[in-house]
């Protein structure tokens, strides 16, 4: 059975994406996508991002909707992965044509991805299945492995309230909606 999420924002605006029913495969709800893009507005356009736990695509294809140059994809679930290939390859075929976005999407496990890549991102999204929730060390990674800019974004969805070293992040914004708290937060430049 298959479920669907539809852009909400941007180029793409009203497009329905399908993903495949997955244990913890939970997108974000488009009121908290709304929120979060509104509070990216000004930092979306032509930033490299990253979607760190990607599962639907709804953060990263909302990103490649309001004009990022790039979105990198990271799943490790083989059947999430495949699905968000095929809606990748749809994207970028259409947007060839006209030298806008690109969309990368690889299998892997995020922390292992971070470890291994090191070219910075602008923002990263972080929303992985609650049962396995973030933890302060995933967080920890993105610091020490310099996966993202000086100055760069972190998005946060968790099922409760994390904090971070704020010798490292500045909290700019944060809410609660029913058991999602969501924040953002600016990596601190040296």
Same mark, same amino acid.
């Given at each position: 059975?298959?479920?669907?999420?539809?852009?909400?924002?941007?180029?793409?605006?009203?497009?329905?994406?399908?993903?495949?029913?997955?244990?913890?495969?939970? $997108?974000?709800?488009?009121?908290?996508?709304?929120?979060?893009?509104?509070?990216?507005?000004?930092?979306?356009?032509?930033?490299?991002?990253?979607?760190?736990?990607?599962?639907?695509?709804?953060?990263?294809?909302?990103?490649?909707?309001?004009?990022?140059?790039?979105?990198?994809?990271?799943?490790?679930?083989?059947?999430?992965?495949?699905?968000?290939?095929?809606?990748?390859?749809?994207?970028?075929?259409?947007?060839?044509?006209?030298?806008?976005?690109?969309?990368?999407?690889?299998?892997?496990?995020?922390?292992?991805?971070?470890?291994?890549?090191?070219?910075?991102?602008?923002?990263?999204?972080?929303?992985? $299945?609650?049962?396995?929730?973030?933890?302060?060390?995933?967080?920890?990674?993105?610091?020490?492995?310099?996966?993202?800019?000086?100055?760069?974004?972190?998005?946060?969805?968790?099922?409760?309230?994390?904090?971070?070293?704020?010798?490292?992040?500045?909290?700019?914004?944060?809410?609660?909606?029913?058991?999602?708290?969501?924040?953002?937060?600016?990596?601190?430049?040296?």
């Amino acid at each position: 059975m298959r479920q669907q999420i539809r852009i909400i924002g941007g180029k793409l605006r009203g497009k329905k994406i399908s993903f495949p029913a997955i244990e913890g495969l939970r $997108p974000t709800p488009n009121r908290i996508r709304e929120t979060l893009f509104n509070w990216l507005m000004n930092r979306v356009l032509r930033a490299r991002c990253l979607d760190a736990f990607a599962g639907s695509g709804a953060l990263g294809f909302e990103a490649f909707s309001r004009g990022a140059d790039e979105v990198v994809f990271i799943e490790k679930s083989a059947i999430a992965y495949n699905h968000l290939q095929q809606i990748a390859r749809d994207f970028n075929a259409g947007a060839a044509s006209d030298n806008e976005s690109h969309l990368q999407v690889i299998h892997a496990d995020a922390a292992h991805y971070l470890q291994t890549h090191p070219e910075p991102f602008d923002i990263i999204f972080v929303d992985p $299945p609650f049962a396995k929730a973030c933890s302060l060390q995933f967080i920890d990674l993105i610091q020490t492995s310099n996966t993202l800019k000086p100055g760069g974004l972190l998005y946060l969805e968790a099922p409760n309230r994390l904090t971070l070293n704020p010798q490292h992040w500045t909290a700019l914004k944060s809410k609660c909606a029913g058991s999602v708290y969501y924040s953002l937060y600016e990596r601190q430049r040296e």
